[in-house]
């Protein structure tokens, strides 16, 4: 079992920054690849950006240089700094875990935070 537990959401203005963190505890935490996900109302979750057990990234297109990742394994931490927010970006933030390399999508994860809100006022 892995529990996940995100911090840092809140309201901020188009343009601007924030940074979301993930508490990981239970199963090794460096083990695991860690994503972000997102949900905005009336829309399916989609993928963000995600961090593989070797420390390699990527990210969907829509937040590509934009969005940064990273992961203190020490801390069993994951993070997620977002510059230049988009009014679109408003949606729940969710921290996610899972065994494979590739956990892009959500059939791939194993366990999930319980969501953080983040709004992007324009």
């Known amino acids: 079992q892995v529990q996940l537990v995100e911090s840092g959401g809140g309201l901020v203005q188009a343009g601007g920054s924030l940074g979301l963190s993930c508490a990981a505890s239970?199963?090794?935490?460096?083990?695991?690849?860690m994503a972000w996900f997102r949900q905005a109302p009336g829309k399916e979750r989609e993928f963000v950006g995600a961090i593989n057990y070797f420390g390699g990234t990527y990210y969907t297109d829509s937040v590509k240089g934009r969005f940064t990742i990273t992961r203190d394994k020490a801390m069993n931490t994951v993070y997620l700094q977002m510059n230049s927010l988009k009014p679109e970006g408003t949606a729940i933030y969710y921290c996610?875990?899972?065994?494979?390399?590739?956990?892009?999508?959500?059939?791939?994860?194993?366990?999930w935070g319980q969501g953080t809100q983040v709004t992007v006022s324009s």
């Open positions: 996610a875990a899972g065994a494979g390399f590739d956990v892009s999508s959500t059939q791939t994860i194993e366990f």
């Open positions: 239970g199963r090794t935490f460096s083990s695991s690849s």
